[in-house]
């Protein structure tokens, strides 16, 4: 993962016997929509030509390269040995949502809205529990075949059965699909349903049952799958690269959410095991598009000759969507973490200013917040709304609470801040955690150890004084470096004391929170709780977040939930940029109007410029 911008991308149980029956207020539905959102408000209308980022006479053609800088479900940013994404088994290649169509489409220029691409228009329920898709006639799978409604139930019920943990979860409110005919797809939600859950499901990849009926869903393996998307798998070495080629002849080309997009005949996804060796094969020119993770190199690496002579291009791109919480997240399924004041401890070791001054060049600001760089960060004194909503858990929650956020301190610079490095080793006191002689025990009398697992190098600079503080305090801190494949296997068994996590949600979290934040995701094998956070009170704020019903009662909601995660101490915030920085070697056009507000644009709005690759 990368430490601040490699989003998680967030893409019925059993076959039913019979046709389901409609309870009667599911009967009643509305006119067709040709879009959906949280809330319902959608900015195009529908008979809108394309999308207001993209450029509709974009040329197609020329290959687009990179190393990937997001991954989802169960792929690898460094290595693939798979090409199932939706499983939990083995390491997927990144690339491969390219190849599956979806229902809908989002737009980036909105935070939630999806647009139809399988799927021509939907009909709602007055109850909002059942949604009836009109499945589009020129859907195809990349062999001929018709993509029809029963592979579209088909899909939704394997992957509620058999898919990712991360997936199942989020299915919690599915509650099944059937297909009426070929064209009509019924999809129903329980009653309480979260409001992002019809979003989910409409992102959801639509699978060949065809293919399916010969081929194991839940195998973990290199065989090729038929897929629907405007890509198909192309040339790959297991590992090394793999590149998915542009369908010549696909049937949603021309549709509104389609026009502008996909525009580069070959996307290449290169893999590399070092950061150093990725920076080389760029300015080698061995892929033409790099998004830059690494402070050092920003500042100090794009002196090549290529970039001197204009060949090679740097921008900055501006990013608002929410930042997230990246940090160290100790593992609190372990005794040793479990106390808040070993947590807070932990915190105050840890000097942001000097790392960021001396390992980041400066570049980076101070994670506080779950909703960093968002309006749904906690600021100030909880608002009468917030209260209200907070009241309740007075004396189940820190009094801090009801007061100012929770906000890291500020260390002097020096690395080792004693005062800062005196309020930890209080705390530890405090918590039973003591001194035996130079070395620190744990409440149970066991030395106080822990180690840092990490699967990258680059990594390693900006947990040495960390650990040198630690080590201060008597902890006994190692690193321990292991390869993608037993890092992965390591963080879905919980098999870590501290690890590096970023959770970053969507600009409409609802149901998403409880993949990263609940008590029932803290016990499932996989789930993006990494920490093992288990709290009723957060559980209780996320079940008010997904039933605000409007996006103030959201932000509200978001607010008060933030106060209470902060005030237990259940990571050690790191840093964020809101902006990405990128690199690409000058063979590319995009866009003249601003990218989308809420996504890179890249390579999705992006061409291959053959008159500029002419002169390099």
């Excluded at 390491?91 to 939630?112: C, I, N, V, W, Y």
């Excluded at 009801?402 to 890291?408: H, K, L, N, S, T």
Aim: glycine share 8%; proline share 6%.
């Amino acid at each position: 993962m990368s430490l601040t911008r490699r989003d998680v991308l967030l893409v019925g149980a059993g076959a039913l016997a019979g046709a389901a029956r409609l309870a009667p207020a599911a009967r009643a539905e509305g006119a067709e929509r040709h879009g959906i959102s949280a809330f319902g408000d959608l900015k195009y209308p529908a008979d809108f030509a394309h999308f207001d980022y993209v450029d509709p006479n974009a040329p197609k053609g020329g290959v687009f390269s990179q190393i990937g800088p997001s991954r989802m479900y169960n792929q690898n940013f460094q290595t693939f040995n798979s090409f199932n994404s939706f499983i939990l088994k083995g390491d997927a290649a990144q690339g491969m949502e390219l190849t599956f169509a979806t229902l809908m489409k989002s737009a980036s220029d909105e935070p939630d809205a999806m647009y139809g691409l399988a799927a021509r228009a939907v009909q709602i329920s007055d109850d909002g529990l059942t949604y009836r898709y009109a499945i589009r006639p020129e859907a195809r799978f990349h062999d001929g075949s018709r993509l029809t409604a029963h592979d579209a139930a088909f899909s939704l019920n394997i992957l509620k059965e058999k898919g990712h943990p991360l997936i199942t979860q989020r299915m919690r409110d599915y509650a099944g699909a059937e297909a009426t005919d070929d064209a009509t797809l019924a999809v129903r939600f329980a009653p309480g349903r979260a409001r992002d859950v019809p979003l989910f499901i409409a992102s959801l990849p639509i699978f060949s049952r065809a293919y399916y009926s010969t081929h194991p869903f839940e195998e973990s393996n290199l065989n090729i799958p038929l897929g629907s998307g405007a890509y198909r798998v192309g040339r790959f070495d297991a590992g090394r690269y793999i590149e998915y080629d542009r369908v010549p002849d696909w049937w949603g080309a021309e549709l509104p959410v389609s026009v502008g997009t996909n525009n580069f005949a070959v996307l290449r996804y290169e893999f590399y095991r070092d950061r150093e060796v990725g920076f080389v094969g760029f300015t080698a020119k061995n892929y033409l598009f790099r998004e830059e993770f690494t402070s050092r190199v920003w500042a100090t690496r794009y002196d090549f000759p290529a970039r001197r002579d204009g060949k090679v291009k740097r921008d900055v791109l501006p990013d608002d969507t929410p930042s997230g919480a990246q940090g160290w997240f100790p593992n609190q399924r372990r005794e040793k973490f479990k106390d808040r004041r070993v947590r807070e401890a932990l915190i105050y070791a840890f000097d942001f200013e000097w790392t960021n001054k001396n390992v980041m060049y400066g570049s980076y600001e101070r994670t506080h917040s779950m909703f960093q760089n968002s309006p749904m960060m906690a600021k100030g004194p909880p608002s009468p709304e917030e209260s209200a909503l907070l009241e309740p858990f007075r004396g189940r929650v820190p009094d801090e609470v009801f007061g100012e956020p929770f906000v890291p301190p500020v260390s002097d610079g020096s690395g080792r801040d004693r005062n800062l490095l005196r309020k930890a080793n209080a705390l530890l006191n405090e918590a039973g955690c003591v001194l035996k002689g130079t070395h620190r025990v744990t409440r149970t009398g066991e030395p106080f150890t822990i180690e840092f697992l990490i699967d990258d190098t680059t990594f390693q600079p900006h947990h040495l004084s960390y650990v040198k503080n630690l080590e201060t305090l008597g902890i006994a801190a190692t690193i321990r470096l292991v390869d993608p494949v037993q890092y992965k296997a390591r963080q879905d068994d919980r098999d870590f004391d501290v690890m590096v996590a970023r959770l970053s949600f969507s600009l409409t979290p609802g149901d998403e929170l409880r993949t990263y934040l609940s008590s029932e995701a803290a016990a499932i094998k996989g789930s993006f709780n990494i920490g093992g956070i288990a709290d009723p009170v957060i559980d209780a704020l996320i079940v008010k977040i997904i039933a605000a019903e409007t996006r103030p009662a959201l932000m509200t909601a978001c607010k008060a939930l933030d106060r209470v995660i902060r005030a237990g101490r259940h990571w050690v915030p790191q840093w964020y940029k809101a902006s990405h920085w990128i690199a690409f070697w000058d063979v590319f056009g995009r866009p003249p109007a601003k990218g989308p507000r809420y996504d890179r644009g890249v390579p999705d709005t992006w061409w291959y410029d053959a008159e500029k690759a002419k002169k390099i």
